[in-house]
Nanobody, 118 residues
Framework: QVQLVESGGGLVQPGGSLRISCVAS????????MGWYRQAPGKERELGAT???????FYADSVKGRFTTSRDNAKNTVWLQMNSLKPEDTAVYYC????????????WGQGTQVTVSS
């Protein structure tokens, strides 16, 4: 069974930092791009950042310059370092990965809550 499991969410004050991680496990033959999406209450899920298996990154304007994504291909792990957090960053953060199991498909984690509040 293929799983993406996020961890590291929590409560942080405005201006603070938090790092969340996502580990892919199961019968995975190859991992393509991985990414982070977020969904705030009452809003649609939106893209935050992506990283290819060669390390090329893309960031949404809303997080550019504050968030950094990285990955370790040997550990099937991707991280999202979030700095200078704002209350509007409050959301459930979801890990996404394109995985080759029997074909290329997109998989999602269960999400981790990040709350930015004083």
């Amino acid at each position: 069974q293929v799983q993406l499991v996020e961890s590291g969410g929590g409560l942080v004050q405005p201006g603070g930092s938090l790092r969340i991680s996502c580990v892919a496990s199961g019968s995975i033959f190859s991992i393509g791009a991985m990414g982070w999406y977020r969904q705030a209450p009452g809003k649609e899920r939106e893209l935050g950042a992506t990283i290819t298996n060669s390390g090329s990154t893309f960031y949404a304007d809303s997080v550019k310059g504050r968030f950094t994504t990285s990955r370790d291909n040997a550990k099937n792990t991707v991280w999202l370092q979030m700095n200078s957090l704002k209350p509007e960053d409050t959301a459930v953060y979801y890990c996404n990965a394109r995985l080759w199991v029997s074909s290329w498909k997109d998989y999602w984690g269960q999400g981790t809550q990040v709350t930015v509040s004083s």
